[in-house]
């Protein structure tokens, strides 16, 4: 593959309902297998695939960068997270299990936790490879097998997981790939033979995985958008808090669900914060997402770069100030030059009633708000649909926690911005969905419990 930005790369067939029976059918025989086996079976299996993704890292991260355009440097930490997670989840399966309940008379009770079957994972375009591991490692840790859909402007990099498991040893068809956009997508939710849905993507579309789900009776997991808020206290570490903010709003683009692009700023600070964070944004390197040191590529597709920039248009129509960035970029390379790139933008004098703080942009775009008081700033960040994620920068830990604590969202950082360990469960509150990936938490996402009632005596009978 050679980077030719805004050209086709390649073309995949859509799956339709044929392919996507055949992949269920396929994913539900390697499943009768895959369940089969002992924990530490698949344990071995899950390490040996994690294993071939850190030794070809370098080649995936490549694919991914041609896949999505987010930089090289980027997509090398997604794959080192992506190897992390199947470590972790073979890690615990060898641990999942029950408990042995003592009951009267020498009888006894206990439960299994069993696996689900075909789960359907639906994956977003922002972090194709990881979000498919986020899915994928906890389902098959349990026992499962996954049908996996990737988003239709990614398709690439899923297709490699797939072989990679191949390589590893998974009974055939255990993780399956198939292709397409909503009509696919819908055809794997009304499956019947498909026990559970986890999706990653847009509010809108999760309630409509939410609304098909039901008719099926079928769990689901969503994981969707965000507007979260990054609240800067003055007493807290400047240059520290600066860089949290271009963390938490320009990585991949600013295609990231949890950014905290509400970016409240005590007043005390408000104005040199803004005058660093212009500083350092202004700096951010923007080109050729695969060369090392390009720190921002190219965003995902025309339209969606029309969209980003239909925002900060609003945004200035409604009294914003664009303090940088925000207009096209052109590279000097020309074979550059038909690529979606624009410059990260800083808008300045915001007020909580604009559209560009209250809707999720997803594009390199921060919105700086100044606040006077603790409990004002808390009252002002909750005020959302959203839930997903929060931040807190401040020297002052007890203020720290308590801030987090009053915070209406799944996912909260103190002193830093977008760290995910896979160790942690991720997830949000409210519209932004509900389940959790990652952690022991998505375990009960992936497994069912069994009661059994052991009667040692003979039974009581009313009759």
Known sequence: FKMWPGRVICKLLSSGEKEVDLAVQSAKAAFKIWSQLSGMERSRVLLEAARIIREQRDEIAT?????????IFEAKVDI??????????????????GEHIQLPGGSFGYTRREPLGVCAGIGAWNYPFQTACWKCAPALACGNAMVFKPSPFTPL?????AEIFTEAGVPKGLFNVVQGGAATGQLLCHHPEVAKISFTGSV?????????????????????????PLIIFSDCSLENAVKGALMANFLTQGEVCCNGTRVFVERK???VFTKEVVKHTQKIKIG???????RMGALINRPHLDRVQGFIKQAKEQGAEVLCGGDLYVPDDPKLKNGYYMRPCVLGKCTDDMTCVKEEIFGPVMSILPFDTEEEVVERANNTKFGLAGGVFTRDIQKAHRVVAALKAGMCFINNYNVSPVELPFGGYKSSGFGRENGRAAIEHYTQLKTVCVEMGDVESVF
């Open 63 to 71: 694919l991914e960068t041609i896949n999505n355009g987010k930089s």
């Open 80 to 97: 080192d997270i992506s190897w992390q997670c199947l470590e972790y989840y073979a890690g615990l399966a060898g641990s999942l299990a």
């Open 157 to 161: 990099s899923v297709v490699k997981l």
């Open 204 to 228: 809108p579309t999760g309630s409509k995985i939410m609304e098909m789900a039901a008719k099926g009776i079928k769990p689901v997991t969503l994981e969707l958008g965000g507007k979260s």
């Open 269 to 271: 600070i408000l104005d």
């Open 288 to 294: 050729d997402p695969l060369l090392e040191d390009t």
